[in-house]
């Protein structure tokens, strides 16, 4: 992916640079919201990560001028501001995602992936298959190896969700604010219950893992290996 | 209350007060009055008795009656052994008076020669002469009752005159003055509820109201002064270690990602887990202080208590049956009140994980109790179990930050989890309260239905 970092601190531009590169995106960089807007607007990007305090232009106005002048290129906004309501003004104004810094490096990168792979599927799908694993959005019928999953409404979701991004790495938070809609860190590993109750029902009796656990970071789908 | 009733104490002290010293000032004057008439008949007597010895009885009564027509003259009355009176001034007089020789122990009643069936009171002497004549000598008493009234209405109304104009004074200064402590007050319990900005009023006048409150008023500029820098260290402390340890964190993680072995992995794996620990901690930290300085007024809406709960309880029963306990939601409707739906969804999942890792049963089956209550102006959410609960001593003290139970040191927690409940309660306008579930704790988290702008708006703050 090609990925615009509008960051005004050196130091977290380049550091992010690095892991952003490493984990084998192009990744370029604009010191301030000027230059970040004229850089995002020249050229075609897979991603905008941006600064929420910027000199020149704050990040909120660089990503609504973008919206208005018709560049639909993803956003995530990093900010200093944690509170629940500056999370809701950043996505109001144009956002796609809002991450609280400091930030996990790996948490970053899986909703980098996530918000930079969602443009390139377009139109919305109506099923999703990993291995032999099935899911119809519209019956809301799972299948594994042609056999009926009986799931409750939350664990489809999950799964719905965990499918969609199926070979990128979710995070535990990630999963809260898709399937739950809540943003908050829960105490504790709560999500993982869930997920491991969710393997059981679409591993056991059934041939080969699909559902894997990311050391550190979160969960992934992924059929073999 | 404490004014009037106060009030009501000082005016009666005063009322007997007034009264004591009317009977007082009037009884010691008719006493002299008494006094000085016992004396003028002594006197007189002892000039008669000279009289007597010295022209014997035709003396005595001729003394007597030219005594009584002398002008202003006192009581003078002469009789027989028959009792028939043969000189003085009385016509005729209450009956016995003249049996008793010596001073009479009473006023007595008598009407004067000429003035018949007019009666006044006297006190007077009587003696008896050796031939059974009688001979009183008497004063009138009536100017000295008399006086005696007038001495004590005009008392009586000089203190009911007083009594009334303090009653004035009261309603008019005692009042101005109470309503300037009930300001006062007003201000002070806006100040408790947390808004450290108010101050108490100073009206300018310069009195003891206005001194006692630029001095409270500067007392309170310095700690508001003091909790915000407490408040700025604190955050400060909080952010500053917050970013290398989401550093720490990312290297571990990329060193995980380098790392050849099993064990090393597994290493770097528990050291994220701690890092992430800490990070959570400080999150709370920060978010409890940012709550509680309102520095950000939250957005509120209309949400669904029910909702969120069914929500908390479907996100933590999974984790719950793992832990063999069970979380029970009671049935109920959708209670709107106006709130954070992220904050009390926040809030109600750390009461649920609290009771869940500190309010095991001993025997084995714990049961966690979420249920939403309304009454007319607040919701409570009230998280129950049925585990070992805390002791009474030690609810106040569980909702400091970092407090933990001896008995729970050991388990996995930052001891922030009530703090910040008690801050997301408080930037409601809210309380938390803890109570005993017998066996087990319930934790009560009350929210006003309509949202007030309570600690959570600092921008009204002067």
């Given at each position: 992916m090609r990925?615009?970092?509008?960051?005004?601190?050196?130091?977290?531009?380049?550091?992010?640079?690095?892991?952003?590169?490493?984990?084998g995106h192009v990744a370029?960089?604009?010191?301030?919201?000027?230059?970040?807007?004229?850089?995002?607007?020249?050229?075609?990007?897979?991603?905008?990560?941006v600064d929420r305090m910027l000199p020149k232009r704050d990040g909120l106005s660089v990503i609504a001028d973008l919206r208005k002048s018709g560049t639909h290129t993803p956003a995530l906004i990093l900010s200093a501001l944690g509170q629940v309501d500056d999370r809701v003004e950043g996505l109001k104004a144009g956002g796609d995602d809002y991450l609280t810094k400091p930030y996990a490096m790996s948490e970053l990168l899986a909703r980098a992936e996530v918000l930079g792979r969602r443009r390139a599927t377009g139109e919305v799908e109506t099923s999703y298959q990993v291995g032999d694993l099935e899911l119809d959005r519209l019956s809301h019928e799972v299948r594994r190896a042609g056999k009926p999953i009986i799931l409750q409404p939350r664990e489809f979701r999950l799964l719905e969700y965990l499918m969609k991004h199926a070979g990128q790495v979710?995070?535990?938070t990630m999963l809260l604010e898709n399937v739950w809609d809540y943003h908050f860190d829960p105490q504790t590993n709560v999500i993982d219950v869930h997920i491991s109750r969710l393997r059981s029902k679409i591993e056991r009796e059934f041939d080969g893992p699909l559902l894997h656990t990311v050391r550190g970071s979160g969960y992934i789908m992924r059929a073999g290996g | 209350m404490t004014a009037v009733r106060l009030s009501a104490v000082?005016?009666?002290?005063?009322?007997?007060?007034?009264?004591?010293?009317?009977?007082?000032?009037?009884?010691?004057?008719?006493?002299?009055?008494?006094?000085?008439?016992?004396?003028?008949?002594?006197?007189?007597?002892a000039e008669l008795a000279q009289i007597y010895r010295v022209t014997g009885i035709v003396g005595l009564v001729r003394s007597i009656d030219r005594r009584a027509r002398q002008p202003g003259a006192g009581l003078y009355l002469a009789t027989d052994a028959t009792g028939r009176i043969i000189a003085g001034n009385v016509e005729s007089i209450q009956a016995g008076v003249l049996d008793e020789a010596g001073s009479t122990p009473d006023a007595f009643g008598y009407s004067r020669y000429g003035e018949a069936g007019v009666y006044h009171k006297a006190i007077a002497d009587v003696v008896s002469l050796p031939n059974g004549m009688r001979v009183l000598v008497g004063r009138d008493q009536s100017d000295a009752l008399r006086f005696r009234e007038v001495v004590r209405?005009?008392?009586?109304?000089?203190?009911?005159?007083?009594?009334?104009?303090?009653?004035?004074?009261?309603?008019?200064?005692?009042?101005?003055?109470?309503?300037?402590?009930?300001?006062?007050?007003?201000?002070?319990?806006?100040?408790?509820?947390?808004?450290?900005?108010e101050r108490l009023p100073v009206v300018g006048a310069g009195d003891e109201f206005d001194r006692l409150s630029?001095?409270?008023?500067?007392?309170?500029?310095?700690?508001?002064?003091?909790?915000?820098?407490?408040?700025q260290v604190s955050d400060n402390i909080a952010h500053d270690l917050k970013t290398p340890l989401a550093r720490l964190r990312s290297k571990a993680e990329a060193a995980q990602a380098a790392a050849k072995s099993e064990e090393t992995k597994d290493n770097l794996d528990s050291i994220i887990g701690d890092a992430d620990q800490m990070i959570r901690t400080f999150d709370a930290l920060l978010m409890i202080?940012?709550?509680?300085?309102?520095?950000?007024?939250?957005?509120?809406?209309?949400?669904?208590?029910?909702?969120?709960?069914?929500?908390?309880?479907?996100?933590?029963?999974?984790?719950?049956?793992?832990?063999?306990?069970?979380?029970?939601?009671r049935s109920g409707g959708p209670v709107d009140i106006e709130a954070s739906r992220e904050l009390v969804a926040q809030g109600m999942s750390n009461l649920v994980d609290n009771a869940l890792k500190y309010g095991r049963s001993p025997d084995g089956a714990t049961k966690v109790t979420i249920a939403i209550e309304e009454t007319p102006n607040a919701a409570r959410i009230c998280v129950s179990d049925n585990g070992a609960g805390i002791p009474a001593d030690k609810r106040s003290r569980v909702l400091e930050r970092f407090y933990r139970l001896d008995e729970s040191r050991t388990m996995p927690g930052s001891g922030l989890g009530l703090s910040l409940v008690q801050a997301i309660a408080g930037v409601h306008g809210g309380r938390l309260k803890l109570e005993d579930a017998a066996p087990g704790l319930k934790v009560v988290l009350e929210l006003p239905k309509q949202a007030k702008d309570g600690a959570g708006n600092d921008d009204s703050g002067t």
């Open positions: 990925i615009l970092i509008i960051e005004d601190d050196r130091e977290t531009a380049s550091y992010l640079t690095k892991a952003l590169k490493e984990a370029d960089h604009a010191g301030d919201g000027e230059t970040g807007l004229n850089m995002a607007e020249g050229r075609d990007y897979d991603l905008l990560i979710v995070t535990r | 000082y005016f009666l002290i005063f009322a007997f007060g007034a009264a004591g010293l009317v009977f007082y000032v009037t009884n010691t004057a008719s006493d002299i009055i008494e006094t000085q008439a016992r004396s003028g008949i002594e006197e007189e007597k209405s005009a008392l009586t109304l000089a203190l009911a005159g007083m009594g009334a104009l303090a009653l004035i004074a009261w309603f008019i200064i005692g009042r101005r003055a109470l309503r300037r402590l009930d300001r006062m007050s007003a201000a002070s319990s806006r100040i408790l509820a947390g808004d450290l900005g630029e001095n409270l008023n500067t007392l309170l500029a310095r700690i508001s002064l003091l909790q915000e820098g407490l408040r202080s940012r709550v509680e300085a309102g520095s950000h007024p939250i957005q509120k809406a209309k949400v669904d208590l029910y909702a969120i709960a069914r929500d908390v309880t479907e996100l933590y029963e999974p984790l719950a049956e793992e832990a063999g306990a069970e979380i029970q939601l």
